[in-house]
């Protein structure tokens, strides 16, 4: 590792998922001249592609073809950045490398090698523990959140590393880190770490590193891209700005993006990414460090500019999280727009129709009943349930959604859907794409695994993890066992980046329990803004009090049952509640929450996207 070779580091990050905008990287490598005088650009480019289904999906086409399993447009963006990735001497670190590294880093070389450029290319291997599949089903590994048995046929199995060997990989010089699955903020952390020289006993710079990778690994979203405030937002999304962080030694940095962008960096855009995919803000569990995050403090230094402090962390647990993905039977999606009036009701007549229709035919053939049924009013509100209030709307789409163990029994469904446009009710119509098809259901399990069953390798070398007790260096060999301090058992929950345990409640007293008087209802957005994400079957909400005065409001009238109950038609399991003081605000995590989650799930929006802006219109009581 450099020691502290900068006083700030650059990174920037130009892609929050596999198919982001292709001007992300584009944007940030050309933020910064070469020449004398002019504004700094970026040391580091990250682009961040993988998420649980997409891990699924890199497995399946590696099965089909060796030469698959990565994302394949990487090798073209390195083609077309790669004269100015040298010219600038920006490294660039990814994790597309996904299920198969070693054939993107033969395809990048292959462009490089015609362009004539000569950037050294690195591997982190380790994370596909697919070939132990057998070995962990011995070992009764059980899903950490439902407590389900391992999976008979998995399609993936990727342990989520840290930062440390993407930090050995520069320090051996590699001008491009390809890794598989890895903690999204290690793509920053691993750069500071080389850049710093961090160690691994050293908590809160690893906390701090870490929230920066947390806050621009999603592009965009950290710029404005998704705020709660959209209005102040609206006229710049056709040249959205991407984020970029500048990063301290001492853990501080700033969020900012290139100038002439689109986009919005104030604290209300930062917070809202700060929270997005978090469980308990004081546990947020990473394989280098476990976050506290609670008491981040964010301030607007300038322009476009939001500087972010007060990250802490304590010591990571022995273990890494393993993402599995499997095939749960087959599920099949369609639509059709229904309109006229009582188009609500006539929606929900057709839906119910097709399904009775259909269950009948299959039983006819011999064919089981769908294991699972979803009907959405897309147009009526649906996502609020009972608190809906477009009853009366005369134009909907009638989203149906099917899950049965045999793909030819979704043929029938497949075939039915079509026909009630001439046998149902007038005003169907807007069927595209002819028949629906079925599709294979893709489920997430979750579980943990012990890190000395993990054997890492930078480059085909093995690679020895640091300790704290080793004084927190990097190492190589054949050792690949890692050690490390382990926290106070009441100082964390029981999961990883989703817990149970909670933060300790204030206690301040709000005006209404002071027995004043309320005067007028408001939605929430009038007082706070906030973000959702999702984990598996879990979401977040984030809520955050556009003023400090209306902390104990909400504390007050927003708990954790009066969420569960506005969310009761999605939520089957419990709500908990956290506080962020550093923030404003609070974090609600949803067990159950999404239908199975991803591509497991019947809805049109399986990752909880939407939540928060359902939560927003909760009616809020404000005192006199």
């Known amino acids: 590792m450099s020691a502290a070779s900068k006083d700030i580091v650059r990174i920037g990050g130009g892609a929050g998922f596999w198919g982001d905008s292709s001007e992300g990287a584009q944007q940030l490598v050309e933020s910064g001249a070469i020449t004398p005088g002019s504004s700094p650009g970026i040391d580091y480019l990250i682009l961040d592609y993988l998420a649980e289904i997409t891990m699924s999906l890199l497995a399946r086409a590696r099965a089909k073809d060796a030469a698959l399993g990565y994302a394949t447009d990487l090798p073209g963006v390195v083609g077309r950045l790669a004269p100015q990735l040298k010219a600038k001497n920006i490294r660039l670190v990814t994790n597309a490398g996904g299920v198969n590294p070693q054939a993107c880093k033969a395809a990048i070389e292959d462009k490089l090698k015609v362009l004539g450029i000569e950037l050294k290319v690195s591997i982190v291997t380790g994370d596909d523990l697919l070939p132990q599949a057998d070995a962990l089903r011995e070992q009764n590994v059980r899903e950490m959140f439902s407590g ?128 997005y995919e978090v469980g308990d803000p004081a546990a947020y569990r990473l394989p280098d460090v476990s976050c506290d995050f609670s008491q981040v403090q964010l301030k607007a230094v300038g322009a476009d500019r939001v500087e972010v402090s007060r990250a802490r962390g304590y010591a990571p647990t022995d273990e890494y999280k393993v993402s599995i993905t499997y095939q749960d039977g087959f599920r099949c999606l369609a639509t059709m727009l229904v309109g006229g009036v009582d188009a609500v009701a006539k929606a929900e007549a057709v839906g119910a129709a097709i399904l009775k229709r259909t269950r009948r035919l299959m039983s006819e053939v011999g064919f089981a009943d769908y294991r699972r049924t979803d009907i959405e009013v897309l147009g009526a509100e649906a996502n609020w349930g009972a608190n809906a209030r477009a009853r009366a709307t005369r134009e909907v789409v009638l989203k149906l959604a099917v899950h049965h163990d045999d793909a030819k029994a979704l043929e029938v469904f497949g075939r039915e859907f079509v026909p009630p446009a001439t046998a149902m009710a007038q005003g169907i119509t807007g069927i595209f794409g002819g028949r629906p098809s079925a599709a294979p259901l893709v489920r997430l399990f979750s579980c943990l695994v012990a890190k000395s069953s993990v054997r890492i390798e930078v480059d085909g070398i093995a690679f020895l993890s640091p300790s704290p007790a080793s004084g927190g260096g990097l190492g190589w060999g054949r050792d690949v066992a890692e050690r490390r301090y382990l926290p106070p058992p009441s100082a964390f929950g029981l999961g990883w980046g989703v817990t149970q345990c909670h933060s300790p409640l204030s206690q301040t007293p709000s005006p209404a329990s002071q027995g004043k008087e309320t005067s007028k209802t408001v939605p929430l957005v009038d007082l706070a803004y906030g973000r959702s994400g999702d984990k598996g079957d879990f979401a977040n909400i984030g809520v955050l009090a556009r003023k400090p005065e209306y902390v104990a409001i909400l504390r007050e009238q927003l708990t954790a049952d009066a969420v569960h109950e506005y969310f009761a038609h999605f939520v089957k399991g419990k709500v908990e509640r956290y506080e962020w003081p550093g923030l404003q605000g609070f974090n609600f995590l949803l067990h159950q929450a999404l239908g199975g989650g991803g591509t497991a799930s019947l809805r049109y929006d399986p990752q909880g996207k939407m939540l928060a802006q359902v939560l927003m219109d909760f009616p809020i009581r404000m005192p006199s």
């Open 148 to 275: 389900e048995a391992f999976p008979d046929k998995p399609w993936s199995i990727n342990a989520y590393l840290g930062a440390f060997p993407i930090a050995a990989a520069l320090d051996a010089g590699a001008d491009i880190v390809l890794t598989g699955r890895c903690v999204d903020s290690a793509l920053a952390l691993g750069p500071l770490i080389h850049e710093f020289g961090w160690k691994a006993d050293q908590y809160d710079l690893l906390s701090a590193g870490s929230l920066a990778g947390h806050v621009i690994e999603c592009g965009a979203q950290a710029t404005g891209g998704v705020s709660t405030d959209w209005r102040a937002v609206a006229g710049d999304w056709d040249r959205m700005g991407f984020p970029i962080a500048e990063c301290r030694a001492d853990g501080t940095f700033v969020v900012t993006k290139p100038e002439g962008s689109g986009g919005r960096v104030v604290t209300d855009t930062v917070a809202e990414q700060i929270v």
